[in-house]
């Protein structure tokens, strides 16, 4: 059991010391950016979607049922034969196959936690915005979304997490991103690669979690998070 973990640590300092796996369209900075290409298109368009219906939705009370419908019919969706089948009808040109798929995927932890967030807010701290003479749209901005960040980015982190790592599906039909370290080291038995993309995979993850941690401390104000904890 040590020989093989050995083994294992031996393939992954060789890929990343080889200086082969740094420069040219197949070494990791390229590799690299091609996935966040994927990862950040796909939760941009996710956002745009799942944003608004879930301020939306969770402000005025209404399209509850299509929120839950919306959030199983997604997570219900097999992304990579999802992401073969559009391949069949458009082709690889462009990166608009694996967008659609990582698109579904990355709108119902957002769309579902957004409005969770603006529903579960004291119905007290509406009241007396109201009582104060705000309005609809700015009790939604100023009272509302404030007090439903953490949930709202909560929704926005497990989005971005799930499309990174399932980004690699994108190596399934010859697309580029860090997927194609493990598919083609799979498919070559080139294992130091398929290590080594794994591991770029699962470094990139963290980050993302890591990134919007600081997200979170820089701009939920004191008073929410406070609450938050004792809840």
């Not at 992304?79 to 798929?101: A, E, K, N, Q």
């Not at 499309?163 to 080139?190: C, E, H, P, Q, S």
């Amino acid at each position: 059991m040590v020989e093989g973990e050995g083994v294992r640590v031996n393939w992954l300092l060789g890929f990343f010391g080889d200086p082969a796996n740094w420069s040219g369209p197949d070494g990791i900075p390229n590799r690299l950016l091609e996935h966040l290409e994927f990862a950040g298109l796909s939760l941009f368009f996710a956002m745009l979607i799942a944003l608004p219906l879930g301020l939306l939705i969770g402000h005025t009370g209404k399209g509850a049922l299509f929120v839950i419908l919306t959030a199983n019919a997604a997570r219900a969706l097999p992304t990579l034969g999802l992401l073969v089948l559009i391949v069949l009808f458009l082709g690889v040109g462009t990166s608009l196959p694996v967008l659609i798929p990582l698109v579904a995927l990355a709108v119902p932890p957002i769309l579902v936690n957004t409005y969770e967030g603006i529903r579960g807010v004291d119905p007290d701290l509406r009241d007396a915005a109201y009582g104060m003479g705000l309005r609809g749209g700015q009790v939604l901005g100023r009272v509302l979304v404030p007090v439903a960040l953490p949930l709202i980015l909560l929704g926005l982190r497990l989005a971005a997490i799930q499309v990174v790592a399932t980004a690699t599906v994108a190596a399934y039909v010859g697309l580029g991103g860090l997927g194609r370290f493990i598919i083609d080291g799979l498919a070559t038995k080139n294992f130091p690669s398929t290590i080594g993309g794994a591991v770029l995979v699962a470094l990139l993850a963290l980050l993302v979690q890591l990134g919007f941690t600081l997200v979170q401390r820089a701009t939920v104000s004191p008073g929410v998070s406070e609450r938050q904890a004792v809840r």
